[in-house]
Nanobody, 120 residues
Framework: QVQLVESGGGLVQPGGSLRLSCAAS????????MCWFRQAPGKGREFVAG????????YYRDSVEGRFTISRDNAKNTVYLQMNSLKLEDTAVYYC?????????????WGQGTLVTVSS
């Protein structure tokens, strides 16, 4: 099973930017459709962005579209989430998720998360 490790979180002011990284081991990231989820304090985990195996299909939740960009570098075995124009409501633990394998089967592998705190 692929293991995922998120990094890049931290404290940022409103309007600032962060880039999150999701590094994979124990598997080739090109074998998986990948997603970012987040969980704000006291709330459930919600979908943020997703990217298909080759990067040709990308999906965002409405509240982040135009501000966040998901990308993948299969050669580096890494998925990224570039977050710009951050808002207070973006504060959450962000999780990387390997959602589907090449056969379309659910994988549902999760990293441990990285905390993003947007505060003035």
């Amino acid at each position: 099973q692929v293991q995922l490790v998120e990094s890049g979180g931290g404290l940022v002011q409103p309007g600032g930017s962060l880039r999150l990284s999701c590094a994979a081991s124990g598997g080739t990231i090109s074998s998986y459709a990948m997603c970012w989820f987040r969980q704000a304090p006291g709330k459930g985990r919600e979908f943020v962005a997703g990217i298909s195996w080759g990067g040709g299909d990308i999906y965002y939740r409405d509240s982040v579209e135009g501000r966040f960009t998901i990308s993948r570098d299969n050669a580096k075995n890494t998925v990224y989430l570039q977050m710009n124009s951050l808002k207070l409501e973006d504060t959450a633990v962000y999780y990387c998720n390997a959602l589907l394998d090449l056969q379309g089967n659910a994988v549902d592998a999760w990293g441990q998360g990285t905390l993003v705190t947007v505060s003035s």
